[in-house]
Every structure is written in structure tokens, then in C-alpha cells.
């Protein structure tokens, strides 16, 4: 199960996210589990690398509500619970 604060990366097309509100399902991109990055430090070299992006893409799953902050987006598709999570885009402000 995902935590808030937690980066994941799919290892077929190299996409990066970090949960924003964390839910029971299991996020999937490609098809398969997306693997978590683990450990604080990586964290802070996150954010420090990847400021909060301006026009950044969330990503919800409608059934358990987990969403995502896709900080390095590839053309992979996202699923959680079985299926496509829904694109949110976050316009300024
Ligand atoms: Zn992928
Ligand atoms: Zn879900």
C-alpha cells in the first residue's frame, strides 16, 4: 500500500510520481507494480531536485482515492485498483 510522501517509478517507461493521499490500491504503470523509491534521503534530494512543478499532472483513482503527483511524466499508463487512474490538471493557484 502506498504512503503519503512516497515515490514510486516505473522501471518499463521511467515514470516518476509521489503520492499526495494515499489509498489501499496498488499502482500500476505499464502493467505492472510500480516500484517504490525508497528512504528520506531520496526524499530530500526530491524535492530539492523537483520543486513543486507549476503546472504540475495529479492522478486519482476513483475508487480508493489515492492521488498522485506525477513529477516525471512519460506517455505510460497509470492504473490503481484495476483501473486507468484519472488525469488532474493543476492550474495555477
Ligand atoms: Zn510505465
Ligand atoms: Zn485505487
Redesign the pocket.
Known amino acids: 500500500m502506498a504512503k503519503k510522501g512516497q515515490t514510486f517509478f516505473c522501471e518499463i517507461c521511467k515514470q516518476k510520481v509521489v503520492v499526495v493521499v494515499e ?1 489501499f ?1 496498488v499502482l500500476v504503470c505499464c502493467g505492472k507494480e510500480m516500484t517504490l523509491v525508497g528512504g528520506k534521503d531520496m526524499m530530500s534530494v526530491w524535492t530539492s531536485v523537483y520543486p513543486t512543478p507549476k503546472n504540475g499532472v495529479h492522478f486519482i ?1 476513483e ?2 482515492g ?1 492521488k498522485i503527483n506525477v513529477v516525471a511524466e512519460t506517455t505510460g499508463i497509470l492504473e ?2 484495476g483501473q486507468r487512474m484519472v488525469r488532474e490538471e493543476v492550474s495555477g493557484g
Open positions: 489509498g490500491g483513482c475508487i480508493c489515492q490503481c485498483c
